[in-house]
């Protein structure tokens, strides 16, 4: 199963926000309520940033009516601020939704995408990916469910 696919991968984010960019990636996931969708990752973005340093944000969390985890990914070249740990701006988000009742799915896909995105490589490679189709591939090689 994937999880980012092509038709969730923005590649040139125009968003001036944080709010901004989740509610295009909450828009890309069209089999789901957006507004739902910013409810609950802006309710756990109160909580504290998920701007985790290197340019790079995981914006996620539960919902109780999805069936299987979710990816959106944008990619803003110049950069957002995202109240990173590092204070520096984002240039890729991923939005990881994941159902209810899954605890141990949701921390794994978490420290997936964590440990993938803290490659310096694999962020060039997003940076540098030519089609949304491209970055689906580099994702279905390094994060998988369960």
């Known amino acids: 199963m994937e999880l980012l696919t092509a038709e969730h991968i923005q590649l040139d984010s125009q968003a001036h926000s944080k709010r ?7 828009n890309t996931l069209t089999s789901i309520d957006p507004d739902t969708v910013m ?5 756990r973005e109160q909580l504290g940033s998920t701007g985790i340093g290197h340019g790079v944000a995981i914006p ?7 069936a299987t985890p979710m990816l959106a990914l944008a990619r803003h070249v110049n950069g957002i601020d ?8 984002v240039h890729i988000v991923v939005l990881l ?3 209810d ?3 141990r799915q949701h921390l794994e896909l978490l420290a997936q995408l964590a440990r993938s995105l803290q490659q310096e490589s694999f962020r060039q490679q997003i ?7 491209e970055v689906a591939s580099l994702f279905a090689t390094s994060v998988s469910p369960g």
């Open 127 to 133: 940076m540098q990916a030519d089609s949304p189709a």
């Open 101 to 103: 009742s899954d605890d």
């Open 39 to 43: 409810e609950v990752v802006m309710a």
């Open 82 to 89: 995202f109240e990173a740990i590092d204070g520096n701006p």
């Open 60 to 66: 996620h969390g539960r919902m109780s009516d999805l």
């Open 97 to 99: 939704l994941v159902p």
């Open 20 to 26: 901004a960019l989740i509610t295009e990636l909450a």
